[in-house]
Every structure is written in C-alpha cells, then in structure tokens.
C-alpha cells in the first residue's frame, strides 16, 4: 500500500525548459517533433525527480494547461476550431488564437495567479473519448518502474468551471460528460491490474449548490462501481470540505478522499466522516515556499490517527506544487540563513518522504536523521531570527490605527475640485508608459553593472521628461510619469523594503509559457528610504500640470509575493500600509496632489468560502484605508483595480474610500457598470474607455459613442475619462494616436454641452 503521494508537480521544467521550448516552437525555430521531444525528455525527469514517492502523477504535465487537455480528452473542441485539421495546430489555437481564430478565454484558477482555458460548450458540444494522452502517459512512466497514479480533472470542476456560449448550461452535459468519463475509466482499467486514478475536484471547498452535491453523488456512485481494479481518490485542496460533501464521497465505493490542513485547517474537525476510506492527507503546503516543520507534522499526522488508522493515512501535499518553484538548487545569491527556511518542489518532496518515515516509525539512517536535525534547527532560527523579528516596528504599528481621513468624501471633494482645478471628464491614464526595449536594455545593462547608478538615473530620467512633454503634447490632464523605473509593480517596492528578499529561479507557471517569479515577503518589512519620490517629483517639477504619484497597494504587493506563513496575513498587510502610510507622506510633502495606490490583484485575494470572505475584505479594506488616511483632504486618493465585475464587491469597493476609481471595463461592455448607478456609488469613477490588451487603435468616433455611453449611467462631474489598464505592454506607436483620439473625444463631448 501506499504511504505518501504528490497531488502535481511543475511541469514547466528545472530551469523553464518548457517555456523556452515552447517558444522556439511558436517562432518556428524547432519543429513539432523536436518540441515533442523535449516534453518527453521533461516528463521522464520529472517523473525521476519524484521516484521517491509511492505515487506519482501522470498526466499532470501538460504543454499549455491540464484544463485544456481535458477539452481535448472529452473530445469538447469548440465548433469555430472545427476547420483545424493538424492536433498540435488545433490545441494552440485554442489556446492562443491565430491568425483566423480568437483564443478561448482564459481564467484564474480558482485563487491562484495560475491560469486556465475555459472550456465553453453550447447545445450543439459532442463529446468523444481521446484517451491518447493519458494512456502513453501511463505507460511512459510503467518504464521507469514507478506506480503511476493518473490525474484528471473531476467532472464536477470541469462542469462547474465551463461556461456556455449559449443559453444553455454547463449541468446539462451531465450525462453525456459521465458516459465519456466512464469509458475512460474502462480504457484505464484494462492497462493494469490495479490503477490509482485522482480526479481533482477543488470546487468541492466552495460552497457547493443541491445541484452541484447531486452531481457529485451520481458522479462518484457511477465511477467508483467500474472496475475493481481501480482506486479513486477525490482530490481537494485550497480548502476545507465541508461534512455533508464528506458524507456523500464517503458513501460512494472510492478509495480514498483528499484533504488539505495547510489551507483547510477545519478538515479536521469532519474526518469521522470518511469513513473506511484512505486519507490522503495534505501536510505539506503547496502554495507556500517555507520548509515545513517536519517533527510536529508527523505530531499532527498521529493527532489524526485518533480517527483515521494509520495504514489508511496516505501523506501528501496540500494541493499540486505545480504553485511553487522546482528547485532551490540555483538560488546562491540569498542569503544563506533565508535560504534554508525555503523549501521548493523538489525539497518538498524530501521532506514528504521523511515526515512518512517519522509518521511510520520506519528506521532511519544517518542521513535522515541529520536531515531532520538541520529541519528542526532552521524552524527554531526561523522563529527567533532578528532578520524576521523588529520589535520596534510592532511598537510602532500599536498607534498605527487611524484608519479615516479628516474630512467625509463630499466635503473632500469640493476641496480637491478646488486644489486641483480639473473639468468633469478629467483625462488620465492607469500610470505606465510603454516599456521600449531601449528601457530594457538600460535595465540591464545597470543590473550587469556595466553603467553607473548615475548613468541609470539620468537614463530613467531622460525617459521621464520624454514621456512627460508627450503627454502635455496630447493635452492629457492629469500626467503620470511613466513608471520606467519599475519592471514590476510589486518587485520594485519589494526590492526596497527591509524583509523582502528575491530568488534568482523561483519559477512558477502562470499561464502557458509565461511564468512569474514571486518575491519572497520573510519578515517584518520596513522602509529604508523614501521609493518613489525622487521620479515623481522629478516629473512634476517639468510641468505646470498636476503629476499623480503611483504605488503599489499593501493588498496587491501581499496577494503577489510569498508571504509568510508565521504571523496571519493581515499583520503583514499592515506592515505594507505604515511603509506605504509614509510614502504618501513624503510625497504630499513635496507637494504632489493626486497619489494613486494601485490595488490591481485586491479580488484574487478573496477567500474561496463563502464563511471566510467577510473576514479578508474587513482587513483587506483596513489595510488600504491606513495606507490612505494620512493623506491631506486636498490630496485626492486614486486606486485602479484590473477587473470590471465589482457585483458582489461594490460596497466593499466603495468603503475603500479612494477618492477616484478606475476599473477596467472596456472588454466587459457597459452592462457591468450598472451596479455603480443602482448602489449609488459615491465616489468619482474612471471605466476604462478603450482595451489596452490589443493593439489597436480605437477611433475618435468609437470612443466618442463609449463616453456617450458611460455619460447615461454617470454624472459628468463623477466622471474620469482613461485607458483600462497601464500601457507599459504597449509601444508608443500605439499609445500616442489611441491618447490622442481620447482627449479628441472628450473635446467633442465637453463642446456638446
Ligand atoms: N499603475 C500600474 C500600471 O499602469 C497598474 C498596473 C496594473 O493595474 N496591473 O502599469
Ligand atoms: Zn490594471
């Protein structure tokens, strides 16, 4: 029997092979045979890497997204692809769109930064088997000798996360989409005597409909009755199940149920309920970079054993590592203390082998047992270090409470309008300016050390002025100085701060080829030097017009980076708010009149249970607020957030109390925007009036008809008037002429009345 398993592991590769693979093979530089061949080449690694676990997943690797893959594998391929003949030429057209074909949407994945394609049916969707991958998968790893446990998504998430491009619903497929996952199980049974199957299905920690939990019974009643040969384990992760759920997966005839106690602690409390089923119990944390702490693991494990007996408890992680980096093998510039707190796939791996070892009472040899040593001594310096512990800062935050402005919005605003002196339809943009590759190359060039600090400095600066005299050229109203001095807008803040610290490899898939690499957020974080005065007083001393300062919020800087897991997340977004608290300060000093704290990824932190929702916006909303509320009632407070759905949220936005919003809309059509109207939302609003996602450049017309628009659900005088997101992916021959056309519509509009 089994006694530990990987829910995932990365499939982008050790250093990005598959990204850079990928890509040669997109520009033609190799051809399918040889991209195929180093897929291959990266799957049999992989499976090696992770040989040291009972059971290792198949199928989980994948050349663009599993969510994909399993479109492919229900034989769901949108009618509009129809005319693509060549497999490889179909699967990444849908994924990226060609030519002739816009690509399927694609989506978060539940409340990670990873990204999947949305499967969409409709009436006329046909269903048919393609086992392919999964059986040479399968077999691929029988090679190597090791037990293949095969991944595929569960009905209930595949359904659940589908969207319909007609009136009809994902539920209705039901019966269909069963048959076709129970002619794959038949096809899986007939490859071996006895084959593990884990069907993903994270939905089940949301709250699930009647609908959703009749769906999941019928589901798992009918696959778990297949084959004797087979054993089914109900994957969850991201949260905790709750007992009903439990209850029906444990009545059904499968082998064993996944929970995860890093991030579904509660689980705890429901496990009387799965009965005789195994446990696959995620220990080890998925989503986080910090080494586990494996004594009081194993502790916990035998807590557990009080109600599920030990040969049934399969030790696991808490969901794929597929969320964390590979290997922390390339990282030899952090610091050497910081990096033996981490632990990345590959050493997550290792620490699952010893917790079950210790969990097992197994004998264990002399590296093993300094390996646990070394464990239990990182723990003990992780929690004592002075690196991570600032006393006074916790000092220093006790008085840091204030989390309301002087005066209400309505009285603030009559004095801004007065300070600032904009009309209704005030022009704007989101902050950044197109990042040329003569940027780039500066960049670079400063980070190799080839040109001075000095040098840099004049180059960002030259840039500046630039982008300012374009700006004032176009008749823009209120001017931003472009953010060249930022590659990301939470790593320049990050690489700034006491407490952060940065990997040279940590990898992690976002979507397709494209990865990001998280900085790491390890202790107590404070300010050394002021971040951001220097360019945006530098901007605004070249201009009469009024410049806006941009930050990065404490919310969105905490949901991007790796945060620790020692203190509660919303201590730390307190942290973020004093250093951004005294930014303001030091710009509104030097007298800059508008800041905008950018709270681009505010949403995605939202907790996936109904339950905890409440709790994250209450801190959430506080944090921001004691970032702002130090700011003079002449300053005016803006936040720009990258989503338009703000139905749910819209109360919460507004207790934010920013002064002006902008959203981004212009994908999402005007309909979305009701919400503000039919609350009565407060504050002053800026839905993006053009996609700055595409290249092209919206006509004055055009964009005369959306103000139009916008001015029956707004008042002119609530009114801003901006592009939908920062254009910093952009090039300039696409910014001027779209800033251009904008400010020539706003003149048309304001000459109207
Ligand atoms: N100020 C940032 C920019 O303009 C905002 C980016 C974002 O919303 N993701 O790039
Ligand atoms: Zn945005």
């Given at each position: 029997?089994?006694?530990?398993?990987?829910?995932?592991?990365?499939?982008?590769?050790?250093?990005?092979?598959?990204?850079?693979?990928?890509?040669?093979?997109?520009?033609?530089?190799?051809?399918?045979?040889?991209?195929?061949?180093?897929?291959?080449?990266?799957?049999?690694?992989?499976?090696?890497?992770?040989?040291?676990?009972?059971?290792?997943?198949?199928n989980d690797f994948s050349l663009y997204d599993t969510m994909l893959d399993m479109i492919v594998m229900l034989g769901a391929i949108p009618q509009r692809f129809a005319d693509i003949k060549d497999d490889l030429t179909l699967y990444f057209a849908m994924a990226r769109g060609d030519k002739t074909h816009t690509a399927m949407e694609m989506?978060?994945?539940?409340?990670?930064?990873?990204?999947?394609?949305?499967?969409?049916?409709?009436?006329?969707?046909?269903?048919?088997?393609?086992?392919?991958?999964?059986?040479?998968?399968?077999?691929?790893?029988?090679?190597?000798?090791?037990?293949?446990?095969?991944?595929?998504?569960?009905?209930?998430?595949?359904?659940?996360?589908?969207?319909?491009?007609?009136?009809?619903?994902?539920?209705?497929?039901?019966?269909?989409?069963?048959?076709?996952?129970?002619?794959?199980?038949?096809?899986?049974?007939?490859?071996?005597?006895?084959?593990?199957?884990?069907?993903?299905?994270?939905?089940?920690?949301?709250?699930?409909?009647?609908?959703?939990?009749?769906?999941?019974?019928?589901?798992?009643?009918?696959?778990?009755?297949?084959?004797?040969?087979?054993?089914?384990?109900?994957?969850?992760?991201?949260?905790?199940?709750?007992?009903?759920?439990?209850?029906?997966?444990?009545?059904?005839?499968?082998?064993?149920?996944?929970?995860?106690?890093?991030?579904?602690?509660?689980?705890?409390?429901?496990?009387?309920?799965?009965?005789?089923?195994?446990?696959?119990?995620?220990?080890?944390?998925?989503?986080?970079?910090?080494?586990?702490?494996?004594?009081?693991?194993?502790?916990?494990?035998?807590?557990?054993?009080?109600?599920?007996?030990?040969?049934?408890?399969?030790?696991?992680?808490?969901?794929?590592?597929?969320?964390?980096?590979?290997?922390?093998?390339?990282?030899?510039?952090?610091?050497?203390?910081?990096?033996?707190?981490?632990?990345?796939?590959?050493?997550?791996?290792?620490?699952?082998?010893?917790?079950?070892?210790?969990?097992?009472?197994?004998?264990?040899?002399?590296?093993?047992?300094?390996?646990?040593?070394?464990?239990?001594?990182?723990?003990?310096?992780?929690?004592?270090?002075?690196?991570?512990?600032?006393?006074?800062?916790?000092?220093?935050?006790?008085?840091?409470?204030?989390?309301?402005?002087?005066?209400?919005?309505?009285?603030?605003?009559?004095?801004?309008?007065?300070?600032?002196?904009?009309?209704?339809?005030?022009?704007?943009?989101?902050?950044?300016?197109?990042?040329?590759?003569?940027?780039?190359?500066?960049?670079?060039?400063?980070?190799?050390?080839?040109?001075?600090?000095?040098?840099?400095?004049?180059?960002?600066?030259?840039?500046?002025?630039?982008?300012?005299?374009?700006?004032?050229?176009?008749?823009?109203?209120?001017?931003?100085?472009?953010?060249?001095?930022?590659?990301?807008?939470?790593?320049?803040?990050?690489?700034?701060?006491?407490?952060?610290?940065?990997?040279?490899?940590?990898?992690?898939?976002?979507?397709?080829?494209?990865?990001?690499?998280?900085?790491?957020?390890?202790?107590?974080?404070?300010?050394?030097?002021?971040?951001?005065?220097?360019?945006?007083?530098?901007?605004?001393?070249?201009?009469?017009?009024?410049?806006?300062?941009?930050?990065?919020?404490?919310?969105?800087?905490?949901?991007?980076?790796?945060?620790?897991?020692?203190?509660?997340?919303?201590?730390?977004?307190?942290?973020?708010?004093?250093?951004?608290?005294?930014?303001?300060?030091?710009?509104?000093?030097?007298?800059?009149?508008?800041?905008?704290?950018?709270?681009?990824?505010?949403?995605?932190?939202?907790?996936?249970?109904?339950?905890?929702?409440?709790?994250?916006?209450?801190?959430?909303?506080?944090?921001?607020?004691?970032?702002?509320?130090?700011?003079?009632?002449?300053?005016?407070?803006?936040?720009?957030?990258?989503?338009?759905?703000?139905?749910?949220?819209?109360?919460?936005?507004?207790?934010?109390?920013?002064?002006?919003?902008?959203?981004?809309?212009?994908?999402?059509?005007?309909?979305?925007?009701?919400?503000?109207?039919?609350?009565?939302?407060?504050?002053?609003?800026?839905?993006?009036?053009?996609?700055?996602?595409?290249?092209?450049?919206?006509?004055?017309?055009?964009?005369?008809?959306?103000?139009?628009?916008?001015?029956?659900?707004?008042?002119?005088?609530?009114?801003?008037?901006?592009?939908?997101?920062?254009?910093?992916?952009?090039?300039?021959?696409?910014?001027?002429?779209?800033?251009?056309?904008?400010?020539?519509?706003?003149?048309?509009?304001?000459?109207?009345?």
């Amino acid at each position: 029997m089994p006694k530990n398993s990987i829910i995932g592991f990365p499939r982008i590769g050790k250093q990005r092979e598959l990204k850079f693979a990928l890509e040669a093979f997109w520009t033609g530089k190799i051809n399918k045979g040889e991209l195929l061949k180093s897929a291959e080449e990266l799957r049999l690694k992989r499976l090696k890497h992770q040989s040291s676990v009972d059971l290792v997943s198949v199928n989980d690797f994948s050349l663009y997204d599993t969510m994909l893959d399993m479109i492919v594998m229900l034989g769901a391929i949108p009618q509009r692809f129809a005319d693509i003949k060549d497999d490889l030429t179909l699967y990444f057209a849908m994924a990226r769109g060609d030519k002739t074909h816009t690509a399927m949407e694609m989506t978060k994945w539940f409340n990670t930064n990873y990204h999947y394609i949305v499967p969409e049916l409709s009436k006329s969707t046909r269903f048919f088997l393609n086992p392919s991958k999964i059986v040479h998968e399968y077999k691929e790893a029988k090679t190597l000798g090791i037990t293949p446990k095969i991944n595929i998504i569960g009905l209930l998430t595949f359904l659940s996360l589908s969207k319909s491009v007609d009136e009809s619903n994902p539920y209705e497929h039901f019966e269909k989409v069963l048959g076709i996952y129970e002619e794959l199980l038949n096809t899986i049974a007939a490859l071996d005597d006895e084959v593990f199957v884990q069907f993903d299905e994270p939905i089940v920690v949301m709250d699930l409909t009647e609908e959703q939990k009749t769906l999941l019974r019928l589901t798992y009643e009918k696959l778990s009755k297949i084959s004797p040969k087979l054993k089914l384990i109900v994957q969850t992760y991201f949260d905790y199940v709750d007992k009903e759920s439990i209850e029906i997966l444990a009545d059904t005839d499968i082998w064993g149920i996944g929970l995860d106690f890093v991030h579904g602690k509660e689980n705890i409390e429901n496990l009387k309920s799965i009965n005789d089923k195994h446990l696959i119990a995620g220990v080890v944390d998925g989503r986080n970079i910090w080494i586990s702490d494996i004594k009081s693991v194993a502790g916990f494990l035998e807590e557990i054993t009080k109600t599920v007996s030990k040969e049934r408890v399969i030790v696991s992680t808490s969901c794929s590592l597929l969320h964390v980096p590979y290997s922390l093998c390339y990282e030899n510039k952090i610091d050497t203390d910081i990096k033996e707190w981490l632990s990345f796939s590959l050493e997550k791996l290792d620490e699952i082998v010893l917790i079950t070892k210790l969990f097992n009472n197994q004998v264990l040899n002399n590296s093993e047992k300094f390996k646990i040593e070394t464990n239990e001594k990182a723990n003990i310096s992780r929690k004592n270090s002075p690196k991570i512990h600032n006393s006074a800062l916790s000092e220093k935050l006790k008085s840091f409470t204030n989390i309301s402005r002087s005066l209400s919005f309505k009285e603030r605003i009559k004095i801004q309008k007065k300070a600032l002196n904009y009309q209704p339809l005030a022009t704007t943009t989101i902050g950044s300016f197109p990042q040329t590759s003569e940027l780039r190359n500066l960049r670079s060039a400063f980070k190799k050390g080839e040109i001075s600090l000095e040098l840099y400095e004049e180059g960002i600066k030259n840039l500046i002025k630039e982008c300012i005299k374009i700006q004032e050229t176009i008749g823009l109203d209120i001017l931003v100085h472009g953010e060249f001095e930022r590659n990301d807008m939470v790593e320049y803040f990050g690489e700034q701060l006491e407490g952060y610290a940065f990997t040279q490899n940590g990898w992690v898939q976002s979507y397709g080829s494209r990865c990001v690499k998280p900085p790491l957020l390890f202790g107590d974080i404070t300010r050394i030097n002021p971040m951001t005065l220097k360019w945006i007083t530098y901007a605004q001393s070249l201009t009469d017009k009024v410049v806006k300062g941009m930050l990065t919020g404490p919310v969105t800087i905490l949901n991007w980076s790796f945060v620790r897991n020692d203190i509660p997340r919303e201590q730390t977004a307190k942290q973020l708010a004093f250093v951004l608290h005294n930014e303001i300060e030091d710009l509104q000093n030097a007298g800059i009149k508008i800041i905008q704290v950018d709270e681009a990824a505010f949403k995605e932190g939202y907790p996936l249970r109904e339950s905890k929702k409440r709790n994250y916006e209450t801190w959430a909303v506080e944090s921001f607020k004691l970032a702002t509320s130090g700011a003079k009632e002449s300053v005016q407070i803006h936040t720009h957030m990258c989503y338009s759905n703000f139905n749910d949220i819209i109360k919460t936005i507004e207790a934010m109390d920013a002064d002006v919003i902008s959203i981004e809309t212009a994908r999402a059509g005007n309909k979305i925007l009701k919400i503000f109207k039919e609350t009565d939302y407060g504050q002053e609003i800026g839905p993006g009036i053009y996609d700055i996602h595409s290249p092209r450049i919206p006509s004055i017309e055009e964009m005369t008809v959306q103000i139009k628009a916008l001015l029956e659900i707004f008042p002119k005088e609530k009114l801003w008037i901006n592009p939908d997101c920062g254009l910093k992916t952009r090039k300039w021959e696409e910014v001027t002429p779209s800033l251009k056309n904008m400010v020539e519509a706003v003149k048309i509009i304001r000459s109207l009345k």
